[in-house]
């Protein structure tokens, strides 16, 4: 089972766009595959098309209770989030709480959708993931963010069994502007040994996560695929 999450603590750079593309692209293939909504905003579920969004299933799931994965189409599965997440009893569990719970999983590839400023929930994914995609754009807060982050993944590494592997999703948002346009040769010059991704701005992937539609349904071609393809054989390197 492929295990990934896609973390960058600073809101608005693209971690729940790159999952649910990211889980069109899994499904496409023929994988069964499961968005864990770790947000309490449910934006993965809204983006994919679920219609009750009032069903807490990661909460549950990590609660121990019964959870119901929400089914969108064929190999497609979302775990929706909610405000649930923020309650005092989620917060006090140890972070290998999702990991473990994952035993009651059975998917091809699950993806945690992180979410931004809640560094208690972000844990809970980077325990249970075998890999990890750090979102980042020009913004400086959110190069800041990818920077603890990346500090955070480096002190498992050194101190721990298990860690994730991870790499970078650089979202370029505006070409014209000089930062967005040095992004990737910036980050590749900070972190020499990361692998970064270019995630292109594409206007198939907005109107397909506004409209709840998996991409690949909506766009079967569209921009940001190359970037998928790419990431998705970095998984299995
Ligand atoms: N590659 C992209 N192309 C076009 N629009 C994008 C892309 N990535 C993100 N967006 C748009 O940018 C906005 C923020 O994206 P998104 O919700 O994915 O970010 P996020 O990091 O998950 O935010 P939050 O921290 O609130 O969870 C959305 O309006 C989304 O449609
Ligand atoms: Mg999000």
Not at 60 to 72: A, C, G, K, M, T
Not at 158 to 182: E, V
Request: aromatic content about 6%; glycine content about 6%; hydrophobic content about 40%.
């Amino acid at each position: 089972m492929q295990t990934i999450a896609i973390a960058g603590r600073k809101g608005g750079v693209g971690k729940t766009s790159l999952t649910v593309a990211l889980a069109s692209y899994c499904t496409n293939l023929g994988l069964k595959t499961l968005v864990v909504d770790l947000d309490p905003q449910s934006n993965a579920g809204y983006c994919l098309g679920v219609e009750d969004l009032s069903h807490s299933g990661t909460a549950h799931l990590l609660l121990r209770q019964s959870f119901l994965p929400q089914q969108v189409r064929d190999n497609l599965w979302v775990l929706t989030g909610g405000i649930e997440l923020e309650g005092g009893a989620i917060q006090q569990l140890d972070a290998d709480e999702l990991a473990l719970s994952l035993q009651n999983i059975e998917a091809d590839v699950v993806l945690f959708d992180c979410p931004p400023g809640q560094e208690t929930l972000e844990r809970f994914a980077l325990m249970a993931a075998n890999q990890a995609l750090l979102c980042t754009d020009s913004h400086p807060q959110a190069r800041l963010g990818i920077a603890r982050l990346v500090n955070y993944l480096e002190r498992r590494r050194q101190t721990q069994r298990h860690y994730p592997r991870w790499a970078i999703a650089a979202r370029i948002a505006d070409r014209r502007r000089l930062a967005d346009r040095s992004l990737v040769t910036d980050l590749q010059a900070d972190y020499p040994s990361t692998p970064v991704f270019e995630i292109p701005s594409d206007s198939d992937l907005f109107y397909a996560t506004a409209n709840g539609i998996p991409l690949l349904e909506a766009a079967p071609k569209a921009r940001i695929c190359i970037a998928l393809s790419s990431i998705w054989k970095w998984t299995h390197e």
